[in-house]
């Protein structure tokens, strides 16, 4: 079936790298997303990537992504304490035609001044 | 065009009463989903609508539940007879034709059941 999972909680400094690791199932998933969700908040889409693709970068975050090991991560340069929310990993589900989003839990980024 | 806009942001409800929620996409955009979230979850798929037709309805919905989009426009979502167990964030999204640019969502209806 189809499964995305996160870990729930990482903490960082203010000004050090952080990466989101997401793992996910569907291999023929065409297309997986990293949505960012502030407290009270709806979703915002920071980037995507096609899964034929390795990298990609877009400013201070990049995103690999490792096909064969179902290997998503996220990092974000020089985390700044705005950078403080839930971040989700989603891939497209092939499932049908609707193109539905599967989601992880989401992990809670906490950035300490 | 502002995005994805959803009416009320909250609604507090007595069981058992109904309760309607509205969703505006972009305009340009002939897709729309509405998925449900509960505190420390991620989204869960309800319905999906491409123009006016309902393609797909998530097994999570149960026949209180009902969806349209009669103009292929706006959506709308109808929970009949709330229980406690409804409380959530309905999370309507919108995208074109081609999703390679992912789905914009819009801010959510709290729902909260008392």
């Known amino acids: 079936g189809e499964d995305v999972e996160q870990s729930l909680f990482l903490s960082v400094r203010e000004g050090d790298s952080s990466v989101i690791n997401c793992t996910y199932t569907?291999?023929?998933?065409?297309?997986l997303y990293w949505y960012k969700q502030e407290p009270g908040a709806g979703l915002q889409l920071l980037t995507y990537?096609?899964?034929n693709m390795d990298m990609k970068q877009d400013q201070r975050l990049t995103v690999l992504l490792n096909k064969k090991d179902k290997h998503l991560s996220l990092r974000i340069a020089d985390t700044q304490t705005g950078d403080s929310a839930i971040y989700f990993c989603?891939?497209?589900?092939?499932?049908?035609?609707?193109?539905?989003?599967?989601w992880g839990l989401g992990t809670s980024l906490a950035v300490n001044p | 065009d502002t995005g994805v806009s959803q009416d009320p942001r909250h609604k507090i409800t007595k069981r058992g009463q109904n309760v309607t929620f509205r969703c505006d996409p972009i305009?340009?955009?002939?897709?729309l989903y509405w998925y449900r979230q509960t505190l420390g979850q991620g989204p869960e798929f309800l319905t999906y609508?491409?123009?006016?037709?309902?393609?797909?309805k998530s097994r999570l919905l149960s026949d209180r539940f009902s969806a349209e989009r009669p103009k292929g426009s706006f959506s709308t979502l109808e929970i009949q007879r709330t229980e406690q167990g409804d409380s959530a964030m309905y999370l309507c999204?919108?995208?074109?034709?081609?999703?390679?640019?992912?789905?914009?969502f819009g801010s959510g209806t709290r729902l909260t059941v008392v």
């Open positions: 999204a919108s995208s074109p034709r081609t999703e390679n640019y992912g789905y914009t």
């Open positions: 305009s340009e955009h002939n897709r």
């Open positions: 609508f491409q123009n006016e037709a309902q393609l797909e």
């Open positions: 569907d291999s023929s998933s065409t297309y």
């Open positions: 990537i096609f899964s």
């Open positions: 989603a891939e497209s589900s092939n499932a049908g035609n609707n193109r539905k989003l599967i």
